[in-house]
């Protein structure tokens, strides 16, 4: 089945600085790669998606890109803010016939500092 | 409100004891999907849905059983719990039966299995 792999598992900047948290995922057939946001004590919330058909996807400060070849995808967050401090993960679809299974990333705490 | 809603939010039990967390939601959602997280593991789906009637197996659906006999409800039984599956749990739903699209999050169970 699909393995996601998620680096760093905590990440500290200061307010203004970028962050760039990344991920692998094993099973070529893979085509959507969401990134979620957990604050402290709710449910993860949506921040961004790409599919297969794209390398890059940008939101105002938060990028995210792609690269199948290597199998590997990419969050980006410019000009960090205190208010982006939380827990951070990616995940990957299966492929074949089994794509509604999503698998997520270990978990990448990001604590962005005043 | 447009929500998931998860019901216990806390539970203490004890091995054995049969127990069901109950997940609805009112958007009219295909998709649903259970979820446990861990400290260091991140977000493991335990169990899936596409659709009213179809379910299909996560990543650790060992000691789980789901139902989706109407579109809005997805519940999470555990026969016969044991300390292994004290955790968070998180219910999600997503408009689309096809490629998960946006996952909305519940608020989360904790159990905790003495």
């Known amino acids: 089945g699909e393995n996601v792999e998620q680096h760093p598992s905590t ?18 057939a ?30 105002q400060r938060i ?8 199998k590997h995808f990419s969050l980006h967050i410019t000009e960090t803010q205190p208010e982006d401090s939380a827990v951070y993960f990616c995940a990957a679809n299966a492929g074949g016939t089994s794509y509604g299974k999503l698998t997520f990333g270990q978990g990448t705490i990001l604590t962005v500092h005043p | 409100e447009a929500q998931v809603t998860q019901n216990p939010r806390y539970l203490i039990t004890v091995t054995g004891k ?4 109950t997940c609805s939601q009112n958007m009219n959602h295909e998709y649903m999907s259970w979820y446990r997280q861990d400290p260091g593991l991140g977000l493991r789906q335990i169990y899936y849905s596409m659709n009213v009637e179809v379910t299909d197996k996560g990543d650790v659906p060992e000691g789980y059983k789901v139902s989706r006999k109407e579109k809005r409800n997805f519940p999470l039984i555990l026969e016969s ?4 599956q004290t955790s968070l749990y998180f219910c999600a739903s997503s408009r689309t039966s096809g490629v998960p699209g946006e996952l909305f999050f519940g ?8």
């Open chain 1, 30 to 59: 893979s085509n959507y790669f969401p990134w979620y946001k957990q604050e402290l004590g709710k449910g993860p919330q949506l921040i961004i998606d790409i599919r297969s058909n794209v390398g890059e996807k940008k939101d």
């Open chain 2, 81 to 84: 719990p044991s300390p292994n």
């Open chain 2, 107 to 114: 608020e989360g169970s904790r159990l905790t299995v003495l």
């Open chain 2, 18 to 21: 049969k127990l069901t967390v």
């Open chain 1, 63 to 70: 990028a995210v890109t792609l690269n199948k070849t290597a």
């Open chain 1, 11 to 28: 990440l500290s900047v200061q307010e203004g600085d970028s962050a760039v948290i990344k991920c692998t995922y094993s099973d070529s």
